[in-house]
């Protein structure tokens, strides 16, 4: 057997294609290698991503040796790559269809399409193709039946995939794997369709000219999205990426957006930090919706915010840590040990054992969400003011308590201070939105809650020693998230306990223009290294913003950026000795944090930034 790591392409090498309700993996070599239908956190079709033997994978590739380029075209979700041999250049165009709804009814589409268009550009080219769906994480092997120019079908549980193919497709001997080879001339195009329906009759992908008008109007589809970006400034390339990236990631029907489309990409290679990210988390609400809004996606600021409110109704005056894309919280985890995991890392989870967690910070996140809103849109429903109420009458009640934390240890509660602190911001909002009309809460039981709050933050929450706020009351050691204070509005940058704690905390985490999230070694229930964090690393960067030291933001941020995949994407973590990624890819997080701090920079530099304590407008919704 070839070495585990022969098998398996680094996480950098993946693109990510999608159609606003699930997303798959595209590596360089032309293999789709994730893929789960309908929803992100569905059973995956193909997931040679975590058992290179049992998974499953959907490749196009030449025969011979082969260099590789490749591209999203120009500000779209739709991947390019370009594979030149001895012999010809053969260009491998991916798309999974999206249009505005008019195109849907001129022309019927499938539910679900993953749409591959190969052409030999330059000379000729010996090609293969192997399509070899193994369904409910590999344990499934579907049965296969030819039904001619219609196409194959697989069929199973009621749901049937349909591949359809310009090019010549056999089946391997008692298996339901497809395999195709052929040499192609300069000039040749061919189209093959992988399509997915379930519960209704399926629709019959057409291939030809139909196909390239398919393309065309995808295509048009996120130029169109793209175009709408508001952001005109520097490093406008990597904005419209991540962008585009956290729409691929919003699930369309209900506007949620996940944190990854893929489970138990390790954030140790053999170690266990191995989790599903196919959810939505409320911690990253108000980061999302600032990101949404200031890029002038209004449409979709609104959306996720309903979604917000949605599935917090369904468990309040409880909060979640998460919930899936229909706003559902009981997401159970689970291991599977059929699966080897990517490079040998088990355990592979489904499901996120989070959800049962206690994070008394996603109260001041989810507020300040709503908060955010509200200055944006000037209204708020009845049913949200009383919504939000409830959930400020629960922060009265439990803010005292211990509890996992915004990284979700599992090494049991704690006294977390920035748990606290959003607490204490959680109560000042609502306190604000009172007094703006938008709501009625108990301003005095507000104040008085929040004004203890910030003392025992200031007393028990800030080591005097080391001149910084600390991770957990009474401790020593420091915590990256404590940088997103200032954001929050709890205090101001340039506070001097704030000054302080940056220096610390950028002398203790920072490597190679690199943040860790804490520092290495920290006990947090699990015994394996992890990288650096992405998202820290752009909250780094917006404090030196935030200080007015904007050239060292800029410097960071140059460094920080070019750690990103050729593609622009990046993953949760990042290995500072190798620069490769680590953990669920792509990681709309880090790419939120990646908005923000290029939008908080040039507002430094435009002498325009403000925090999110901006007041609402006096006006009564």
């Known amino acids: 057997m070839p070495d585990a790591d022969d098998r398996y392409a680094p996480i950098e090498d993946y693109a990510v294609i999608g159609d606003c309700a699930s997303a798959a993996l595209v590596g360089k070599n032309g293999s789709i290698d994730w893929l789960c239908w309908p929803r992100f956190d569905s059973p995956s079709v193909f997931a040679a991503l975590l058992d290179a033997e049992k998974g499953g994978c959907f490749q196009i590739r030449p025969v011979d040796d082969f ?78 039946e030819d039904r001619g120019p219609h196409g194959f079908f697989y069929n199973h549980k009621g749901a049937v995939l349909i591949v359809r193919s310009e090019l010549p497709l056999t089946q391997s001997r008692g298996r339901g794997a497809l395999y195709g080879q052929q040499t192609l001339h300069e000039g040749e195009r061919h189209f093959l369709s992988l399509t997915f329906d379930e519960g209704e009759p399926a ?30 400034g520097p490093y406008r390339d990597a904005v419209v990426r991540s962008a585009l990236t956290l729409k691929l990631m919003t699930f369309a029907p209900s506007g949620a957006i996940v944190a990854a489309p893929t489970t138990s990409l390790p954030e140790a290679i053999g170690g266990e930090r191995n989790w599903d990210y196919r959810y939505c988390w409320l911690r990253d609400a108000a980061l999302t919706l600032r990101a949404l809004y200031e890029l002038g996606y209004e449409a979709e600021g609104r959306a996720f915010f309903s979604w917000l409110l949605h599935a917090t109704r369904l468990t309040a005056p409880r909060l979640s840590v998460l919930y899936d894309v229909h706003g559902n919280s009981n997401v159970e985890e689970r291991t599977l040990p059929h699966l080897e995991g990517y490079r040998q890392s088990p355990p592979v989870r489904v499901g996120n054992g989070a959800h049962g967690q206690l994070q008394l910070d996603t109260y001041g996140e989810l507020i300040s969400a709503a908060y955010e809103f509200v200055r944006r849109e000037e209204r708020l429903d009845s049913w949200h003011a009383r919504l939000l109420k409830s959930l400020g009458d629960e922060v009265c009640e439990r803010w005292r308590e211990p509890d996992e934390g915004i990284w979700e240890v599992r090494s049991g509660r704690h006294h977390h201070t920035f748990s606290k602190a959003m607490c204490c911001v959680a109560l000042e909002r609502l306190v604000a939105l009172h007094e703006a009309g938008y709501l009625r809460v108990n301003t005095d039981r507000y104040r008085d809650e929040a004004e203890t709050i910030r003392a025992a933050v200031e007393e028990q929450g800030y080591n ?11 401790g020593d050691r420091v915590d990256a998230s404590l940088l997103l204070l200032p954001f929050y509005g709890y205090t101001e940058a340039t506070a001097p306990r704030m000054k302080s704690t940056f220096v610390r905390h950028h002398e203790e985490l920072a490597q190679d ?93 435009d002498g325009t930034l403000a925090t999110l304590d901006e007041p609402v407008e006096h006006v009564r919704s």
């Open 513 to 605: 223009g690199l943040l860790y999230r804490y520092p290495p070694g920290t006990d947090d229930g699990l015994s394996s290294e992890e990288g650096a964090f992405g998202i820290c690393s752009f909250w780094d960067e917006e404090m030196f913003a935030r200080l007015g030291r904007l050239e060292e933001a800029q410097e960071n941020l140059d460094r920080t950026l070019a750690y990103a995949n050729d593609l622009g994407l990046f993953a949760e973590e990042i290995d500072p000795e190798t620069g490769a990624f680590l953990g669920n890819f792509p990681q709309a997080f880090t790419h939120v944090g990646l908005i923000n701090a290029v939008l908080t920079l040039q507002k430094a530099r």
């Open 67 to 144: 260099t590789v380029e490749r591209r999203y075209l120009p500000d779209t979700n739709v991947l390019e790559t370009t594979f030149t041999t001895d012999t010809g250049v053969l260009r491998l165009t991916d798309v999974m269809p999206v249009a505005e709804r008019a195109a849907y009814r001129r022309e019927l589409w499938p539910t679900h399409e993953i749409l591959r268009k190969i052409e030999c550009v330059e000379g000729s080219v010996e090609m293969n193709v192997v399509c070899d769906p193994r369904l409910e994480y590999g344990q499934i092997d579907p049965p296969l």
């Open 464 to 474: 005097e020693e080391m001149e910084s706020y600390v991770a957990t009351f009474d």
């Open 203 to 232: 629709v019959l992908p057409l291939l030809g000219d139909h196909a390239e008008r398919k393309l065309a109007r995808s295509i048009d589809y996120w130029r169109d999205w793209a175009g709408r970006c508001a952001y005109e």
